[in-house]
Every structure is written in C-alpha cells, then in structure tokens.
C-alpha cells in the first residue's frame, strides 16, 4: 500500500519563526512535490523535485525553500513564518516520467494545516 | 500562467440526485484528471483522461476530455452521502517539467 506521510497533521507557529515540514513517501518515487491549498484557489504549487539535491520553483515560491537530501524525504521551509502563510500543506510524490509525454499518479499526504499568528 | 476555471465552486444536493461539474482553460492539456478529497485527507485520484474525446466511468462516477483539449466534466450519478468532499480537476502541463495544475474545487454537500 503506497505511502505518503506528513510529519504534523496541525501546526500553530508565531510570526517570524523557522518552520520545517516533513514529508517522507515509501515508494521509491523520484519526483516530489509540495503545494499549499486554500479556499477557492485550489492547490498551487510551492517547489517540486525530480530527484535527490535537485529542486525547481513551482508557481508560488516566494518565502518558501525546501530540501532533498534523501530520495525518500522532502522538506518545506519557511525561513520566516508570515500570517499569509496560514494555510493546508500538501506532500505529494510520483514515479519519473518516461521520455516524452506520459502520465504517472501523483499520490498525496494527508496535509498539515498550518497557523501562522 | 496556465488556469483551470472550475464550477461550480459548490453544490448543495439531494442524496440520489446527480451530480456534473467541469472544468475549463484557455491552455491545451495532454492529460486530465479528477481527484476527491476527504475531510482531513489529501487528494485522492478518480479518474484520468488520456485521449481528446476520452469518455471513461468509474462506477457512478463518469468523466470526459473535451475534444479541443481544453475541458473535462465530472457527472456522478444517484449521489450517496459519501459522495461528500471537494473534487479538483487537474490537467498535466504538456512541456517541460509535465506538472499539475488544479482547479479551484468544487465543495459538494449532500443532504440525506
């Protein structure tokens, strides 16, 4: 049964404080992925990762970094928690795409909603 | 950027009705896709489209490619209250890194 896990289901932090979020998949997937979803905006994409130490900005980067030390790890950073940061964080991971167009299923964690005060 | 215009952003039925929302962009897709999301849970996937024109069930569940690549609809049938939850349409970006991107949900509530 494939597995993606988040490390918090809820988190409250203060304004300016470093935050980390966890996310660890169990299925050997390359590419992983982290989004951030709000009422009437869908899920938009904060970075993603095709593989180990590798990283790419998705559409809403700006005051977030991540890391990818380890295949089956992935992890968001705020460097300095903001309110407009409250938010439900989702985890999700996929196999490498084949050569050309292709599809695989991106499998997601449960979230961790996040409150900046 | 690209976007997927989702609607109805919710609905309110009965149980047993039916059920159809869509999806649109001004962008051409090679995939779409449906996810559901429970409360407390992440989005879990429904059904994937892989051709225009594509028309492809999952149980009460039915879901179509629109034929110019640029929609998809999601129809459920006789709506039973696990039904309940946001559904997101998703369509795969055809160059580059081939990410997703998602519709604004649509939040369905049913009354038993």
């Known amino acids: 049964d494939v597995k993606v896990t988040q490390s918090s289901r809820y988190l409250v932090k203060r304004t300016g404080e470093k935050v980390f979020l966890e996310c660890v998949q169990d299925?050997?997937?390359?590419?992983m992925f982290w989004y951030r979803q709000d009422p009437g905006l869908g899920l938009r994409l904060i970075y993603f990762?095709?593989?180990?130490?590798?990283?790419e900005k998705g559409d809403i980067p700006e005051g977030y970094s991540v890391s990818r030390e380890k295949k089956e790890r992935f992890s968001l950073i705020l460097e300095s928690a903001s309110t407009n940061q409250t938010s439900m964080y989702l985890c999700?991971?996929?196999?490498?795409?084949?050569?050309?167009?292709?599809?695989?299923?991106?499998?997601f964690g449960p979230g961790t909603r996040l409150t900046v005060l | 950027g690209q976007q997927l215009n989702q609607s109805p952003q919710s609905m309110f039925i009965q149980e047993g009705e039916d059920v159809s929302m869509n999806c649109t962009s001004s962008s051409i897709f090679n995939t779409w896709l449906w996810y559901k999301q429970e409360p407390g849970e992440g989005p879990v996937l429904l059904i994937a489209?892989?051709?225009?024109?594509e028309l492809t069930s999952n149980g009460r569940l039915t879901a179509q490619f629109g034929i110019t690549r640029k929609d998809s609809f999601l129809n459920i049938s006789a709506s039973i209250p696990s039904d309940v939850g946001i559904y997101f349409c998703?369509?795969?970006?055809?160059?580059?890194?081939?990410?997703?991107?998602f519709g604004q949900g649509t939040r369905l509530t049913i009354n038993p």
């Open positions: 489209l892989y051709k225009a024109g």
């Open positions: 998703a369509a795969q970006t055809i160059q580059g890194a081939q990410k997703l991107v």
């Open positions: 999700a991971s996929r196999r490498r795409l084949a050569g050309g167009p292709s599809y695989n299923e991106q499998f």
């Open positions: 299925m050997d997937h390359e590419n």
């Open positions: 990762s095709y593989d180990v130490k590798m990283k």
